[in-house]
Antibody, heavy 119, light 108 residues
Framework: QVQLVESGGGVVQPGTSLRLSCVAS????????MHWVRQAPGKGLEWVAV????????LYTDSVKGRFTISRDISEKTLYLQMNSLRAEDTGVYYC????????????WGQGTTVTVSS | SYALTQPPSMSVSPGQTASITCSGD??????ISWFQQKPGQSPVLVIY???KRPSGIPERFSGSNSGNTATLTISGTQAMDEADYYC???????????FGTGTKVTVL
């Protein structure tokens, strides 16, 4: 079945970098767009970034533009989120999610990986 | 930027109908999706394209969207439906996916 497994979270200091990974299985990875969505402790969901299936479009929420980069390795079936210049407000659980093509929604989510930015 | 507003919480008795609203400017012109999130778990898609149910989602979940308000309706609410619910849409003007503020549904 379709599965997404995130990793790479941890505790880091403000201003540093972290790279999250999301390994996909159960579907043809190159055929689908992929998202990153985060959730601060006790708060709601916040969309972070999306990559289209052909990598022609990479979109970001305003608060991470210029700091975060979404990318993928098709051969490894892995989605990445490179996070630079981390801030305390970037703290939360980061989910990767598969795009439900042409429906403007995410249909399958991973279990999430936790990022804590603290001095 | 585009915003979706939900009531923070609501309660419903078992077997009754829960209606969760999501408000946004001209929301009826957009597609709305709904997610269910139970404590410590990842979100689960329960409605997309306003009223479509993914496979495996019970028929008691239904959706509508018109004017400035979308509604997720849970008919015959069960204890297992107790969760946080989020609406979500795509805002082409800002090229952003947007989530609602979330509604905590308590079944008691």
């Amino acid at each position: 079945q379709v599965q997404l497994v995130e990793s790479g979270g941890g505790v880091v200091q403000p201003g540093t970098s972290l790279r999250l990974s999301c390994v996909a299985s159960g579907f043809t990875f190159s055929y689908y767009g992929m998202h990153w969505v985060r959730q601060a402790p006790g708060k709601g969901l916040e969309w972070v970034a999306v990559m289209s299936y052909d990598e022609s479009d990479k979109l970001y929420t305003d608060s991470v533009k210029g700091r975060f980069t979404i990318s993928r390795d098709i051969s490894e079936k892995t989605l990445y989120l490179q996070m630079n210049s981390l801030r305390a407000e970037d703290t939360g659980v980061y989910y990767c999610a598969k795009d439900y093509s042409d429906n403007y929604v995410m249909d399958v989510w991973g279990q999430g990986t936790t990022v804590t930015v603290s001095s | 930027s585009y915003a979706l507003t939900q009531p923070p919480s609501m309660s419903v008795s078992p077997g009754q109908t829960a209606s969760i609203t999501c408000s946004g400017d001209n929301l009826g012109n957009k597609y709305i999706s709904w997610f269910q999130q139970k404590p410590g778990q990842s979100p689960v898609l329960v409605i997309y394209r306003n009223a479509k149910r993914p496979s495996g989602i019970p028929e008691r979940f239904s959706g509508s969207n018109s004017g400035n308000t979308a509604t997720l309706t849970i008919s015959g609410t069960q204890a297992m439906d107790e969760a946080d619910y989020y609406c979500q849409t795509w805002d082409s003007s800002s090229a952003n996916y947007v989530f609602g503020t979330g509604t905590k549904v308590t079944v008691l």
